[in-house]
């Protein structure tokens, strides 16, 4: 019903030249997958680069970040129309590094995700919580705030959320199977609840996603992809995953 859906947020890594040979070894590896949406989020800088060798396939491209504003005097930012032109359908906006270390509130992700939803863009917005939030029991409402703030005054057209608890996230460190489908399914409610159209949404994990753990995750119900950082760095790691999501 949802088709799954695997991306690759290689944070602050390679660079256009090592973009290009990823590219070059790792779309013959997935050409017959055809059953899984797949996108690679490189560093603004390589986009470009990346979009041209990825016309004649059907790898999605996105990138990791954007700004609120159209156009104008905002030295080191880009604007929504700026990845349409590099060849971007999609943008990931609110990850929690994002939060962290660049103090992005979920006002700041709200106004990002309007803007780029109303140039065209898909987004991956990412929401999670703390270890520390966690296990003071207040995932719940945690997300909750995420999911108000960021998507206040928005439909879900257009919208994948990515659950990614923060102490999942490149630590080694996975949710089970089961804790993340609990979560995915409380967001999924929350959706349901304040959205029309939550049953299409899919809502991907991220958090140490690997080869060997894609399929126990997959085989949850409301787990519909991957937002995957470490192991998409190499293209045998990132292609066993898209394989391990096919066939769901
Ligand atoms: P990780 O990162 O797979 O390295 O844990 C995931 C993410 O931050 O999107």
């Known amino acids: 019903m949802r088709k799954p859906f695997i991306a690759a947020n290689w944070k602050m890594n390679k660079t256009s030249q090592e973009t290009e040979e990823f590219i070059r070894s790792f779309v013959p590896l997935v050409k017959d997958i055809t059953d899984v949406d797949i996108l690679l989020a490189p560093s603004f800088i390589s986009i470009e680069s990346a979009s041209r060798l990825l016309t004649s396939s059907d790898v999605l491209l996105g990138a990791q970040n954007v700004y609120h504003e159209e156009s104008g005097a905002f030295t080191g930012e880009i604007a929504p129309d700026m990845l349409l032109a590099a ?55 945690v997300l909750n705030g995420q999911l108000s703030g960021s998507l206040a005054d928005l439909s879900l057209d257009g919208i994948t959320i990515a659950y990614e608890p923060i102490w999942a996230i490149g630590t080694g460190k996975t949710a089970t199977d089961e804790q993340a489908n609990e979560t995915h399914a409380f967001i999924r409610e929350w959706l349901g609840k ?10 991907q994990y991220g958090g140490s996603v690997k080869p060997e753990n894609i399929e126990g995750l997959m085989s949850q119900s409301e787990i519909d992809g991957a937002l995957v950082g470490g192991a998409s760095l190499k293209p045998d790691s990132f292609a066993k995953i898209v394989t391990g999501a096919s066939g769901k």
Not at 126 to 139: H, M, P, V, Y
């Open 194 to 203: 304040n959205k029309k159209n939550a049953d299409s949404v899919r809502i």
């Open 87 to 141: 060849g971007c359908s999609h943008v990931i906006i609110g990850h929690s590094e994002r939060r962290e270390y660049f103090s992005e509130t979920d006002d700041v992700v709200n106004k990002k995700i309007k803007l780029a939803r109303s140039k065209g863009l898909d987004i991956i917005l990412c929401i999670g919580e703390s270890l520390e939030q966690r296990e003071s029991n207040r995932t719940f409402d």
